[in-house]
């Protein structure tokens, strides 16, 4: 009876092992994520080794393989019964392990936005406010050794009834300027981010549609929700070549999602009653933990007899390393934008806004640590280019004028964990954006 039993445990063990491996497999190919091809293949090893076990008449071999079932299927039963108490009781992992205190321990602006704006989209809390330190805050709170943003001044953050950086007492614009965290850029006072800059250069009135962590289907959003006025008639599309290329994937997949069912994402951190899922969640990003100070640092900027310290990370593709999800999703953002700027009665603009590895590319020293080191300068600013032209776009291109900059010796960026602009940056392109834009 025994190698019987035996043999019935291998072969569950087996089939296990081998559904879960063709499960991932299946996953990666979907997802095209290749980091579940080594636990996919380690699975069909061990339902391979399993099966050898099941065929088995008897043996050590069997009944070590039936021991190791055995003990999974009682690991398997505790787990389960400690999944029910956890979910009966209530308990809320997110609060024991600390997220959302940690998430409000940053300024704003380095937060997900959480107010609702439509059907799958997000502003700031209307009336929100911060005063501090931004970026010392920032280093601060990811443990950095880092020497950087000493002379960074204190500054309170406002935002709008509406979630954006604008005063309310701002009822009429000439020109509206959609984007991402470098048009919030809640770093720095409104008078130095570009657009006020833009705005200062022209003597015209610009509102500020920027937010962080958002894609060009948000961007049309809040041009179709929020930047009509009597007297704008332009818009300008602030796109960052580092991850609105990926945003804008996210986002058609959302929009899709919510069509097909009727549930909106939420950004608010939930409460978390599973146990199992909180282990995977700290399993999944042990790798991101730091629980040591530690430099952010992983290249050198030297021009003009200078080198700094920086932190590099973003790594646009060129046009022919976008994948096909990435090309549908910009093609329909251009064609949405284009539409809805027209049909506001506004002049459409987009403003190419390159990351700072490709600005220094020509001037860094990698260290340790330093990411795709074999990266170099693709097309992306001439494909966005002629993907403008096809769609009457006037396209701005920001990058000649920073990595003019760059080649000076003057730094248009943060320098360590941040990679956005610095003053100086968004002065350059402030000045670049108010001469496309004159009358």
């Not at 997802?31 to 996919?40: D, I, T």
């Not at 076990?53 to 003990?71: I, P, S, T």
């Not at 959302?254 to 549930?263: D, K, M, N, W, Y």
């Not at 007899?305 to 390393?321: C, F, K, L, R």
Request: charged share 20%.
């Amino acid at each position: 009876m025994k190698p019987a039993f035996d043999r019935l445990l291998c072969l569950i063990g087996a089939a296990t092992f081998l559904a879960a491996a063709l499960f991932l497999r299946l996953r990666m190919i979907r997802l095209e994520a290749p980091q579940w091809a080594l636990p996919s293949a380690l699975l069909a090893g061990l339902g391979a080794l399993s099966l050898i076990a099941a065929l088995l008449r008897g043996g050590w071999y069997q009944r070590a393989v039936a021991g190791l079932m055995k003990m999974g299927v009682a690991t398997v039963i505790t787990f389960a019964l400690a999944e029910a108490a956890c979910r009966a009781a209530r308990v809320d992992f997110n609060e024991l392990l600390g997220m959302r205190r940690a998430n409000e321990a940053f300024p704003i602006y380095f937060r997900m936005p959480t107010h609702p704006s439509g059907e799958v989209f997000f502003t700031r809390t209307p009336g929100a406010s911060w005063t501090g330190k931004p970026l010392q805050t920032l280093l601060q709170n990811h443990r950095s050794t880092d020497l950087a943003y000493t002379e960074e001044k204190e500054l309170t953050l406002t935002y709008s009834k509406e979630g954006f950086r604008n005063p309310d007492a701002l009822t009429d614009w000439d020109i509206a300027v959609l984007g991402d965290s470098f048009t919030e850029s809640g770093y720095l006072p409104e008078t130095e981010i570009f657009t006020g800059i833009a705005a200062s250069r022209l003597g015209r009135r610009i509102k500020n549609l920027g937010i962080t962590d958002t894609g060009n289907f948000a961007h049309i959003h809040y041009l179709e929700t929020y930047a009509s006025a009597p007297s704008c008639k332009s818009v300008v599309l602030a796109f960052f070549e580092g991850n609105d290329l990926t945003d804008n994937v996210k986002e058609m997949e959302q929009i899709a999602h919510f069509q097909a069912t009727g549930e909106r994402p939420s950004h608010d951190i939930p409460v978390q009653t599973s146990l199992l899922k909180t282990l995977w969640t700290l399993a999944r990003d042990f790798k991101k933990l730091r629980l040591q100070a530690r430099s952010y640092a992983n290249a050198t900027y030297q021009a003009a007899g200078q080198e700094i310290p920086v932190t590099i990370a973003d790594a646009p593709p060129s046009s022919h390393q976008m994948n096909l999800r990435e090309r549908e999703a910009l093609s329909t953002a251009l064609d949405r934008y284009a539409q809805a700027a027209r049909q506001l009665g506004m002049t459409p603009h987009l403003l190419y806004l390159p990351c700072k590895r490709r600005v220094l590319h020509d001037h860094l020293q990698h260290g340790a640590d330093y990411p795709e080191p074999d990266w170099q300068p693709g097309d992306l600013p001439q494909h966005l280019e002629a993907q403008c032209s096809q769609r009457n776009i006037h396209f701005i291109d920001a990058t000649p004028a920073l990595q003019q900059a760059a080649a000076q010796g003057i730094l248009p960026f943060n320098t360590i964990y941040d990679t956005h602009f610095n003053a100086e940056g968004h002065r350059i392109v402030g000045e670049l954006l108010a001469r496309a834009l004159a009358p």
